[in-house]
């Protein structure tokens, strides 16, 4: 099938380096902290962030999927737009950047989640693209009556889902299908996306089984990367290739996210960093998060907890970018 991406959405650009926002929807965006400054969720803030990024020429709007927030003094993430209308509305006010919505897949049918994402693919000309998540946050499914999945059958789930929503953008007679999860007769969708073959699909499976999900179904993996590992993450992107490549003859687009403090001075900057990380950090929201990932291993040492914790008060976890216009340094 012919594949027009390249001439359609801005994540196929000849840009090696690719830049986007990520949590423009959500309060507090990816800043678990109290610092004053931080985001207030309405429209007119996250519009004026979009539009800003599509001016200056990024490639790519992620926004978070998010019910319910984390607790603690903020909140964390609670006030939020729904991505797929965002996806929509932010459409309709930009001209160049990739516009993702995020879907947890247990909360949405692929039927519906394929005609809603051609819906937005017809209106943005063809910048959209899906960032597909399996789901975890066990407080935001027990609001819509589901229990949390265990890790692998989350992603053979999402594997039935993604298998759906690519058949429905792609084939054009109708289908069966009989799987595990899902059941489907006479499955139809038209019209279909202006992308082709599909919108591009992206995934943050990290995991063992999660990243043979990404290097089979992403056209872009997220992959995160840490300041004291560095090699780890060089080690899972050339892994997340090697089995894209090997195993499913696909080569994929490499992702991550970075947390950026830029102030005139460096001076200003490391004194920014460790006021709205240290001292004003949402530690409580973060505990949550941590709590319901299950990552607090009972013998993990104290030096770690604390590493981990102030990382994600800091930007979920992203690689710190902190400095001048001209120079950035890791604190």
Partial sequence: M????????????DNRLKLGVFGANVSNGCAATTAPGRLEMNWPNSRDIVTLADL????????????????GETNFNGTCFETLAWAAGMGAVTKHASIFCTTHVPTIHPIVAAKQ????????????????????????????????????????????WVEIVRKLWTVE????????????????HQPKPLQRPHPPIMNAGSSGIGGRFAAKN???????????????????????????????????????????????TEKEAREYARYYIHEKGDVGAIETIIGEQGRRDPNMPPELYE????????GWGGYPLIGTPSRSLII
């Fill in 117 to 160: 994402c051609t819906t937005v693919d017809h209106l943005t000309g063809g910048r959209f693209a899906l960032n597909v998540v399996c789901g975890w946050y066990s407080q935001e499914l027990r609001m819509f009556g589901l229990q949390t999945m265990d890790h692998d059958t989350r992603y053979a789930y999402a594997e039935e």
């Fill in 2 to 13: 012919h594949d027009n991406r390249r001439s359609l959405n801005a994540l196929y650009s």
């Fill in 307 to 314: 590493r981990i914790k102030r990382r994600l008060i800091a």
């Fill in 218 to 264: 992403a056209d872009m993996a997220f992959i995160g990367f840490y300041e004291d590992g560095l090699d780890n993450g060089t080690a899972a992107v050339t892994e997340m290739r090697r089995i894209g490549r090997e195993d499913y003859s696909r080569q994929l687009q490499i992702w991550t996210s970075c947390r950026v403090v830029c102030r005139p």
């Fill in 173 to 188: 007679e109708e289908f069966d299908y009989a799987g595990k999860f899902f059941t489907i007769e006479k499955g139809f």
């Fill in 56 to 71: 200056a020429g990024f490639e790519a709007v992620v926004p978070v999927a998010r019910w319910k927030g984390f607790g």
